[in-house]
């Protein structure tokens, strides 16, 4: 998809991405258990595990480049530590304040 991409599918020459994570309720199966818990609040045997996700989507082709799984528990600014990578110095970063702390600051600013 990237080579698909025209100068004018950029913002002033730089590709703009954006960063969200949200979560999903996945089956009640041992395996998910263990991976995902379900929320403390929940009654044990009550409740489904609830796996939540980051990811990058890239607006000018319009496709997501990854997406990170991580428990409930784990921030979403915790599992943006693993997503710097896709953002360099040709990059626009829109995010909410979720991922406004000055250790992502930091470290994308280190990355370019």
């Given at each position: 998809?990237?080579?698909?991409?025209?100068?004018?599918?950029?913002?002033?020459?730089?590709?703009?991405?954006?960063?969200?994570?949200?979560?999903?309720?996945?089956?009640?199966?041992?395996?998910?258990?263990?991976?995902?818990?379900?929320?403390?609040?929940?009654?044990?045997?009550?409740?489904?595990?609830?796996?939540?996700?980051?990811?990058?989507?890239?607006?000018?082709?319009?496709?997501?480049?990854?997406?990170?799984?991580?428990?409930?528990?784990?921030?979403?600014?915790?599992?943006?530590?693993?997503?710097?990578s896709h953002f360099g110095p040709e990059t626009l970063l829109l995010a909410d304040r979720?991922?406004?702390?000055?250790?992502?600051?930091?470290?994308?600013?280190?990355?370019?």
């Amino acid at each position: 998809m990237q080579r698909s991409v025209a100068p004018e599918d950029l913002y002033r020459g730089l590709t703009v991405k954006s960063v969200d994570g949200s979560s999903v309720q996945l089956m009640d199966t041992e395996c998910n258990q263990e991976s995902y818990p379900q929320p403390s609040v929940q009654k044990e045997g009550c409740g489904f595990p609830v796996m939540k996700f980051v990811g990058v989507l890239n607006h000018a082709h319009g496709g997501w480049e990854t997406c990170l799984t991580s428990p409930l528990s784990e921030k979403d600014f915790i599992t943006m530590r693993r997503l710097i990578s896709h953002f360099g110095p040709e990059t626009l970063l829109l995010a909410d304040r979720g991922f406004c702390s000055f250790e992502i600051i930091s470290r994308l600013l280190a990355n370019g």
